[in-house]
Nanobody
Framework: VQLQESGGGSVQSGGSLTLSCAASGFRGSGYCMAWFRQAPGKEREGVAAIDGAGSTSYADAVKGRFTISQDSSKNTLYLLMNSLKPEDTSMYYC????????????????????WGQGTQVTVSS
């Protein structure tokens, strides 16, 4: 299983970025996928999750500013980030859950087995 993130970069506060995560190496579709982020010296935190039916959940810190979506035909996950703040500066990772989950809700996701390498997002004030 391979996950490859892209789309990170440096933007000013208030700007926007769209992250992509191309997934490959597995069969089927409609799996739970999620975005996480980790800043230096901080614990990894969940950002957003989406299930096979398109239901989404978000961390309070990004609700209303970030939008998670997926293109199942391309096995690609997206994260549209608007109104970026300096505190959004972090390495962003995507994850996929190939095993059946009771719920694909951000708050209840277990530790993922498959991760991408990450893409850096830096927001300057």
């Amino acid at each position: 299983v391979q996950l490859q993130e892209s789309g990170g970069g440096s933007v000013q506060s208030g700007g926007s970025l769209t992250l992509s995560c191309a997934a490959s190496g597995f069969r089927g579709s409609g799996y739970c996928m999620a975005w996480f982020r980790q800043a230096p010296g901080k614990e990894r935190e969940g950002v957003a999750a989406i299930d096979g039916a398109g239901s989404t959940s978000y961390a309070d810190a990004v609700k209303g500013r970030f939008t998670i979506s997926q293109d199942s035909s391309k096995n690609t996950l997206y994260l549209l980030m608007n109104s970026l703040k300096p505190e959004d500066t972090s390495m962003y990772y995507c994850a996929i859950y190939l095993s059946r989950l009771k719920s694909c809700t951000l708050a209840t996701l277990p530790t993922a087995r498959y991760w991408g390498q990450g893409t850096q997002v830096t927001v300057s004030s």
